[in-house]
């Protein structure tokens, strides 16, 4: 019997990168993955790769930008279809512009913040009964050192991903006498579109891989994961 045999899972911005590989994982562990993404296409490649793994999915496409109120009603159609949610891992995610902070746009500030923030705290609202109700509910939020070390031109990511870790801890303390497990997940550099843009110029070829920090994030989700509103952090000796 695998780990998560009759569990489901949802994953967000699971079309590539770090979400399409912890979906894998996930899966693979015997959850039962909802997908959620903006491209259908991409969607459908985790899905292949799911089931190539043995794994099954349901495939969602949402934009959180322009479908976010969606997101409101994600958890009572997952009650609705599945009668259950034990695992969320809110990856979702977007660099937006790397400017000076008195050059943000305010279009740019919006959509950052729709998906790096805003829509954390819908998936919180809409899923976290779900999750409080489950045997072993587990939620993971990935984030990113810049949340805690500002630097020059990355004030529009950086502000959006410390208020989701504050979102996110004070859920966590608000959970701490419940089952649920929720945590940050920090992987480090990997190689991914978002820090492709965010360094055009850099070798890729020495960071570690989606699919290598996929299982320690899916640890996260295990049922027998006892941290909570923790920090945790990817390192390639584990």
Known sequence: ????????????????GIGAAVAVELARRGAHVVLTARTQGGLEETDDAIRAAGGAATLLPLDMIKQSAE???????????????????????????????????????????????????????????LLVAAPAGRAVFPTSARAGAPRAYWGLYGAAQAAMEHLVLTWADETRDTRLRVNLFDPGPVATALRRKAFP??????????????????????????????????????
């Open 201 to 238: 110029g850099e070798d890729q070829a020495g960071l570690a891989t989606p699919a290598a920090v996929a299982p320690a994030l899916a640890d996260l989700c295990g049922p027998d994961e006892a941290r909570h509103g923790e920090t945790v952090r990817y390192s390639a000796s584990e």
């Open 71 to 129: 997101l409101d009603s994600l958890g009572p159609s997952l009650f609705e279809r599945f009668r259950r949610l034990d695992i969320l891992v809110s990856n979702a995610g977007m660099l937006g512009a790397l400017t000076p902070v008195a050059h943000i746009l305010p279009r740019d500030w919006a959509e950052v913040q729709a998906v790096n923030l805003t829509a954390h705290w819908r998936l919180i609202r809409s899923c976290g009964p």
């Open 1 to 16: 019997m695998r780990p998560l045999d009759g569990q489901v899972a949802l994953v967000t911005g699971a079309s590539r």
